[in-house]
């Protein structure tokens, strides 16, 4: 069975630090995707990013940067120069690479507080 | 471009009473649709999927049912709410096809049982 963990149940820092969100998943399939999600306050969840097991290559959007390393079955999502619009629940989430429905799980997301 | 529309965005409910959330999407054909629940710690738990009309699949065994009667409408439905049913219900869609793409989730509806 496919398992995400994200450790970190919530996170403060302060405005302009450097944040890094944590995410470790296991499963038993070669091929599989993994995701990050945005949760603002208002609730509606935002897709971030989509990877696949065959491509471990680091991603960098804007501010926004992912680690992919299957040695350690993790994928880091780091944050630069925080802002307040931050703030928000992050879920880590993976997808074997089957049929059945396309199917997500869902780590237990990470709160992170960003302050002034 | 696609866009899923959910409601109501929030509802209050006696216990034991029925419910009905709809979940609709435009803009695209053969959707898989998907009813996920968020209870008060955050988790994000699948309850039903759907991969065609008339197809659910059941996660998790529970008060809760869901139909799937149009392409693109996916209804979550109880005949008597008990209060554990109170969390935020979340309905998305992804493309089928080859591969798992990331879902697109609609505003959510935040359901009190009370």
């Known amino acids: 069975a496919q398992k995400v963990t994200q450790a970190q149940t919530e996170i403060s820092v302060v405005e302009k630090e450097d944040v890094t969100l944590d995410c470790v998943y296991e499963?038993?399939?070669?091929?599989?995707?993994l995701f990050w999600y945005k949760q603002p306050p208002s609730g509606e969840l935002v897709f971030l990013i989509r990877?696949?097991?065959?491509?471990?290559q680091n991603e960098i959007s804007g501010r926004y940067s992912w680690n992919f390393q299957k040695s350690t079955s993790s994928f880091n999502f780091t944050i630069t120069a925080s802002q307040v619009v931050d703030s928000a629940v992050y879920f880590c989430?993976?997808?074997?690479?089957?049929?059945?429905?396309?199917?997500?799980?869902f780590g237990t997301g990470t709160q992170l507080k960003v302050e002034l | 471009s696609q866009t899923i529309h959910q409601w109501p965005a929030t509802l209050v409910q006696p216990v034991g009473s029925p419910l009905s959330l709809e979940c609709t999407v435009e803009?695209?054909?053969?959707?898989?649709l998907y009813w996920y629940r968020q209870a008060a710690g955050r988790g994000l738990q699948l309850l039903f999927y759907?991969?065609?009309?008339?197809?659910i699949s059941s996660e998790v065994p529970q008060n809760l049912s869901a139909s799937r009667p149009q392409d693109r409408q996916f209804i979550l439905s109880s005949k008597k709410l008990l209060l554990s049913d109170s969390g935020f219900y979340l309905c998305?869609?992804?493309?089928?096809?080859?591969?798992?793409?990331?879902?697109?989730f609609g505003s959510g509806t935040r359901l009190t049982v009370v």
């Open positions: 998305a869609w992804s493309v089928r096809g080859t591969g798992p793409y990331g879902y697109t």
């Open positions: 499963t038993r399939d070669t091929t599989y995707y």
């Open positions: 990877r696949n097991s065959f491509d471990e």
């Open positions: 989430a993976l997808s074997e690479g089957k049929g059945g429905g396309n199917k997500l799980t």
């Open positions: 803009g695209t054909s053969n959707p898989n």
């Open positions: 759907s991969v065609g009309i008339g197809q």
